[in-house]
C-alpha cells in the first residue's frame, strides 16, 4: 500500500510563497507520471500541475508562471513551489499519481492565502 503524505501548507498573505512537498513510503514518484491537485469546499478536485517520470511539467492556466513542480526520485518526494499567491489559491493541496489512483489520495494540506 502506497501512502502520500502532503506537508507544507499554512497560512500566508498575498504575494507570498509556499513550498508543498509530497512524501511516497516506497519508489513511486519515478515510475508515475505524479500530479498536484487542490479543492475548495463545495468544488470538486481540480489538477493544478503534473511532471512526468522525465522531468516535463504542465500547469494549469490560473498558476502558470507562478508554481512550479519538481520531483526528487531519491527522496521519493514531489515539490510544489508556489510563489506570488493569490486569495484564490486558497484550497487544500493534494499529490496523486496522474491518472489519480483513489487508494493514494492523503490527508492534503491546507493553503490559506489572506487578502
Known amino acids: 500500500q502506497v501512502q502520500l503524505v502532503e506537508s507544507g501548507g499554512g497560512l500566508v498573505q498575498a504575494g507570498g510563497s509556499l513550498r508543498l512537498s509530497c512524501a511516497a513510503s516506497r519508489t513511486i514518484s519515478s515510475l508515475y507520471i505524479m500530479g498536484w491537485f487542490r479543492q475548495v469546499p463545495g468544488n470538486e478536485r481540480e489538477l493544478v500541475a503534473y511532471i512526468t517520470t522525465g522531468g516535463m511539467s504542465n500547469y494549469a492556466d490560473p498558476v502558470k508562471g507562478r508554481f512550479t513542480i519538481s520531483r526528487d526520485n531519491a527522496k521519493n518526494t514531489v515539490y510544489l513551489q508556489m510563489n506570488s499567491l493569490k486569495p484564490e489559491d486558497t484550497a487544500v493541496y493534494y499529490c496523486?499519481?496522474?491518472?489519480?489512483?483513489?487508494?493514494?489520495w492523503g490527508q492534503g494540506t491546507q493553503v490559506t492565502v489572506s487578502s
Open positions: 496523486n499519481t496522474k491518472p489519480s489512483r483513489m487508494a493514494y
